[in-house]
T-cell receptor, first 114, second 114 residues
């Protein structure tokens, strides 16, 4: 079975500061991992995905994530936060089998302070 | 392409009423999914489909039914609405093996049962 743990349901950073959102996973198969972002009253948009091609994955809007198998982690980072980054972020792991259901973490609400 | 569309955007139901949440995609995707999102809980999978005529239960299927008569449409049926079904519902789809199992999400339906 797959599971995802996101440490910190709320994270606040100042504009221009480093953003670090934590995600740990467990998976019975080599994982495909995803970060999605959700802006208020909108659906989920893919930020980036890990597919085993490279451990450091770059996504949209300056975000990147590093896959660390030994730590079963896939933390999301951005060097300099922007006000427009304020949103909820979800980490997800893809399950086995042809259906590849996604199992989501509980989400981290990012607040960017001026 | 319109992508994944959902109707209605908002709905208020009385306890015991029934309704169908509509989901359609125009990307010729085989796989379709229904999730519910509750505050602080992330997204939970209700039902999924791997193609027309084939559906299966997810993590939280009780109180819901689905059908998949065409590739494009995947409606979700609530038969006897209960307050516990107050949630935001998201439909998603993906193409077989393409984009490393990335799912594309609709804008959501916000349902309140009173």
């Amino acid at each position: 079975a797959q599971s995802v743990t996101q440490l910190g349901s709320h994270v606040s950073v100042s504009e221009g500061a480093l953003v670090l959102l934590r995600c740990n996973y467990s998976s019975s198969v080599p994982p495909y991992l995803f970060w999605y972002v959700q802006y208020p009253n909108q659906g989920l948009q893919l930020l980036l995905k890990y597919t085993s091609a490279a451990t450091l994955v770059k996504g949209i809007n300056g975000f990147e994530a590093e896959f660390k198998k030994s730590e079963t982690s896939f933390h999301l980072t951005k060097p300099s936060a922007h006000m427009s980054d304020a949103a909820e972020y979800f980490c997800a792991v893809s399950g086995p089998g042809s259906a590849r259901q996604l199992t989501f973490g509980s989400g981290t609400q990012l607040t960017v302070l001026p | 392409n319109a992508g994944v569309t959902q109707t209605p955007k908002f709905r208020i139901l009385k306890i015991g009423q029934s309704m169908t949440l509509q989901c359609a995609q125009d990307m010729n995707h085989n796989y379709m999914y229904w999730y519910r999102q509750d505050p602080g809980m992330g997204l939970k999978l209700i039902y999924y489909s791997v193609g027309a005529g084939i559906t299966d239960k997810g993590e939280v299927p009780n109180g819901y039914n689905v059908s998949r008569s065409t590739t494009e449409d995947f409606p979700l049926r609530l038969e006897l609405a209960a307050p516990s079904q107050t949630s935001v519902y998201f439909c998603a789809s993906r193409k077989d093996r393409a984009d490393w199992y990335e799912q594309y999400f609709g804008p959501g339906t916000r349902l309140t049962v009173t």
